[in-house]
C-alpha cells in the first residue's frame, strides 16, 4: 500500500497520536477492567450516549463483577438493574450471554471470535469491538463514528449510508494495521475520533489530525446529498409507552395487577399493544389473575 494522502495507512499515526493526547479516561478502558467489563459497555452503549451509560455500568459492574454473579439471577433482575437505558431487550440478551459464558466457557468471556459471536446478543459489531478492546486482536470494529470517520477521509462524501453495508465493512478492513496490537488501538482511536472531533452534524475540522489528508476536506467539505436522515422521535411513541410500564414494573417488589398498569400511559389501544409487544419480547411476564411481573 502506497502511503499517500487518503490512503488508509498515512491515517493511522495521527490519529494514534491524537488518541494517545485525548482519549476519554472511561473505565471499561481501565488497564485492569477485563473482558467481561469491555463486554457489559459494548451491550450498554449501542444506541445510547456515553453519559448515560457511566452510572448504569458502574451500579451493574459492582453487583454482577463477573458472568456467574448475572447468571445466578433471574433475567427479570437484568431488565430491573438496566433501568432507563432504553432498548431493555439487550439486558435479556446479556444476561442469556453470562448463562452461555457459565455453561460453555467456565464462567470466562472467551477470546475466540467465533466463540463471542456464538453467544447470544453477540453480533458482528460485538463480537469485534470484544476481541479487539478486551483482548487486543486485529478486527474490523465498524460502529457509526468510524463509518463516518472512513467515509469522509478515505472516500470524500459527508457522511456514511444510513445503514451499515458490506462496503463499510471492507473499507474498515482495508483500513486495518497490519500488526495486531496497533489494529486494536487504531480500531478504538478511529472511533473516538468519530466520537469527539468528526461528529455527523458539526465535525471540528480544525481538531482533527487529519485534516491535511481528509478526502472530504481536500473536496471543499461537499454537503451530504443522500436520502434524508430522520431522526428518532421519542415521544408519544410506543417506545415511551413500554418504557412506562417498565417503569411500573421494576418499581415493583411484587407483582402488578393489570389496574396499576392501566394508570400509567393514557391511550388504552397504544398501552395494550405496548403491553403485549413487552410479553412478546420476554420482557414481562403475565400471570393468573390479570398481575405482571418481569421475567423470573
Known amino acids: 500500500m502506497q502511503d499517500h494522502t487518503g490512503s488508509p495507512l498515512a491515517l493511522h499515526d495521527p490519529v494514534l497520536r491524537w488518541y494517545d493526547a485525548n482519549a476519554r ?3 471499561w478502558r481501565e488497564p485492569g477492567a477485563g ?7 459494548e451491550f450498554m452503549l449501542q444506541q445510547t450516549p456515553v453519559n448515560r451509560v457511566l452510572p448504569a455500568y458502574r451500579s451493574w459492574l459492582e453487583r454482577w463483577p ?3 454473579d448475572l447468571a445466578a439471577e433471574a433475567p427479570g433482575e437484568a431488565v430491573r438493574a438496566w433501568d432507563r437505558l432504553g432498548y431493555p431487550r439487550r439486558a435479556l440478551r446479556l444476561h442469556a450471554a453470562a448463562q452461555a459464558i457459565v455453561e460453555r466457557h ?6 475466540d471470535h467465533a466463540a463471542l459471536l456464538a453467544l447470544p446478543g453477540v453480533g458482528t459489531y460485538t463480537a469485534a469491538a470484544i476481541a479487539s478492546f478486551a483482548f487486543g486482536q486485529r478486527h474490523a470494529v465498524v460502529d457509526t463514528n468510524v463509518r463516518r470517520v472512513l ?5 470524500g462524501v459527508a457522511q456514511p449510508s444510513i445503514s451499515p453495508t458490506a462496503a463499510d465493512q471492507r473499507l474498515a478492513v482495508s483500513a486495518l494495521p497490519v500488526e495486531e496490537r496497533t489494529a486494536a488501538r487504531w480500531a478504538v482511536a478511529s472511533m473516538e475520533l468519530g466520537a469527539l472531533v468528526c461528529t455527523a452534524r458539526t465535525p471540528r475540522c480544525t481538531d482533527c489530525p487529519i485534516q491535511s489528508q481528509c478526502a472530504w476536506v481536500l473536496a471543499g467539505s461537499p454537503p451530504y446529498d443522500g436520502p434524508p436522515r430522520r431522526g428518532q422521535t421519542y415521544e408519544g411513541t410506543d417506545r ?3 418504557g412506562r410500564l417498565l417503569a411500573v414494573l421494576r418499581a415493583a417488589s411484587a407483582p ?9 400511559w393514557p391511550d388504552p389501544v397504544q398501552r395494550e399493544r405496548a403491553l403485549d409487544g413487552l410479553v412478546a419480547d420476554g420482557l414481562v411476564e403475565p400471570l393468573s389473575r390479570g398481575r405482571y411481573r418481569l421475567p423470573a
Not at 35 to 41: F, K, N, T
Request: proline share 11%; with cysteine.
Open 25 to 27: 479516561e472511561l473505565p
Open 35 to 41: 473482558a467481561w467489563a469491555v463486554m457489559v459497555s
Open 66 to 68: 463477573k458472568p456467574v
Open 106 to 111: 467456565g464462567g470466562e468471556v472467551p477470546d
Open 151 to 155: 467515509a469522509r477521509s478515505l472516500t
Open 240 to 242: 415511551q409507552a413500554r
Open 256 to 264: 402488578v395487577p393489570k389496574t396499576e398498569l392501566d394508570t400509567c
